[in-house]
């Protein structure tokens, strides 16, 4: 890559992506559990979603996009008050407004309208977003897992045949009559002792032995795996828990599964998931010490009260590298008998020293070098973007200049010149300004400093999932989840 900037897209408009790296891991982390999202946070949700979108086709009838929007707004709210009333319930849309109103004494009735009017103001609403959470937090992805599609005619959300089965179970563990729920949710207004009654929706509440959790088990993991995209999904999940079945500790968290196969060769009925989660771990940790030496620049140009020509910036911050080739200062960081975990914590902190940082990219060059080839292929990045697989082929173009002039060159064109390429583009085609630092009479000077932080790969929503529906109980497999592992 010469340096020229020739994406499309540059990620999130509010600056985070500052050096163009993190929307190819997006993209390859969300075809590996799609159907998944950081705020889809508990599954049975996809069957109250699919539920109240049946009752629409066959009965409400609803085609008009502001009536659609009040109707969603009140069961939302009736939901999340049904919910709330769990002691531990997690993850509902609403709650710290479902929560207050049943703090409030003084009243046996609870009355939402207010907040759940389309007039109300954003700082008043049950939720923010004006149309409730269902439009932009839930329909994609349940459109992604084969649930939900849109009716040609009137674009309304309609269920799939799968999404009709799952709203029929749901519909036969309704506590209340089902005309009853939606005349509270149209008034707005709802009986504590009626609201009591209506427990049994919360997410908690699923009986794992019923038909609605084994369609959402089959919904998740079962089926054809024939199948793509569900087929990701499947595998990934399969993966996790056999990950729990093997590991000593048995428990699994986003951290445990990102380092577990980090760190560990796959082997066995999914080493290829496990190997695809190596290139995503890979992928991250090179953006991780790219951002982490974005901030170490910064650093040094801050402690320039007028700014700083970038070769007095390069000379000053490499002092301490060596004059050898930059493959055999490479070889000598890889050399760390820390775990990765260890060395991306210690690379992330505020002052960590060039050399700290650079061993993280040390050790991916050291275990990554010479499959460069496996990593540009499962994150097939657009043109413009850089990613693990461009960065270890320009160290490896470069393995035998001088470390120290190749530090420069890199600060120079694939960190500084990078970022300020990126900024420039999102400020022409975004209206964001988002630079870091900035240029002029060739000085930088210091703006503020990137929050270092691993992305978010939907592993803790992939979690709770299995969770939901008793494969998983505290992050340890169950007997439940051992006979998906069982060979077919």
């Known amino acids: 890559m010469d340096g020229s900037v020739e994406w499309t897209e540059m990620g999130v408009a509010s600056g985070l992506d500052h050096l163009a790296m993190l929307s190819p891991i997006e993209n390859f982390y969300q075809g590996l559990l799609p159907g998944f999202s950081s705020i889809t946070t508990r599954l049975r949700h996809y069957s109250f979603h699919a539920w109240w979108v049946t009752h629409n086709l066959k009965y409400t009838r609803i085609t008009s996009t502001d009536e659609l929007d009040a109707h969603v707004r009140r069961i939302e709210a009736l939901y999340a008050l049904a919910c709330a009333q769990h002691p531990s319930e997690s993850g509902i849309a609403g709650s710290r407004f479902a929560n207050r109103k049943l703090k409030n004494g003084g009243s046996e009735k609870i009355d939402f309208s207010a907040e759940t009017d389309l007039s109300t103001p954003r700082e008043k609403r049950y939720i923010g977003p004006k149309r409730g959470d269902f439009p932009g937090t839930y329909f994609g992805q349940m459109r992604e897992c084969g649930l939900l599609t849109r009716a040609r005619e009137h674009k309304m959300p309609i269920p799939t045949e799968i999404g009709k089965l ?130 170490h620049a ?98 490896d173009a470069h393995k035998t200049m001088s470390a120290r002039e190749a530090m420069g060159l890199l600060l120079n064109d694939r960190i500084i010149r990078r970022h300020l390429e990126v900024a420039a583009r999102k400020l022409r085609l975004q209206g964001g300004y988002t630079y870091l630092v900035e240029l002029e009479d060739a000085r930088l000077r210091a703006r503020s400093r990137i929050k270092v932080e691993p992305s978010g790969p939907r592993l803790h929503t992939a979690r709770i999932f299995l969770e939901d529906v008793g494969l998983l109980e505290d992050g340890r497999i169950t007997d439940r989840g051992l006979k998906y592992l069982e060979p077919q």
């Open 298 to 395: 910064i650093s040094g140009i801050e402690e320039s009260g007028d700014g700083v020509a970038m070769p007095v910036l390069a000379s000053s911050l490499l002092d301490d590298v060596p004059d050898v080739p930059l493959k055999d200062w490479l070889k000598a960081l890889s050399a760390s008998n820390k775990s990765l975990k260890q060395i991306q914590e210690e690379a992330r902190r505020g002052e960590a020293p060039l050399e700290l940082i650079m061993t993280v990219v040390a050790s991916l060059w050291r275990k990554w070098g010479s499959r460069v080839s496996e990593l540009a292929e499962s994150l097939n990045a657009k043109p413009g973007f850089q990613t693990c697989a461009t960065e270890l082929s320009w160290i």
């Open 166 to 295: 799952l709203a029929e179970a749901y519909e036969e563990a309704f506590p209340i009559p089902i005309d009853r729920f939606f005349e509270i949710a149209r008034a707005g207004v709802v009986d504590r002792g009626e609201l009591a009654d209506m427990l049994p929706l919360a997410p908690s509440e699923l009986d794992h032995d019923s038909q609605e959790a084994e369609l959402l088990r089959e919904i998740l993991i079962g089926g054809d795996e024939s199948m793509d995209p569900g087929q990701k999904r499947q595998r990934t999940l399969l993966t996790i828990l056999d990950v729990s079945r093997k590991t000593e500790r048995g428990a699994v968290g986003q951290e445990t599964l990102r380092w577990y196969w980090a760190e560990n060769e796959p082997d066995g009925d999914f080493s290829e998931v496990h190997t695809a989660w190596q290139h995503y771990q890979a992928a991250d940790m090179l953006r991780v010490a790219y951002e982490a030496l974005m901030n």
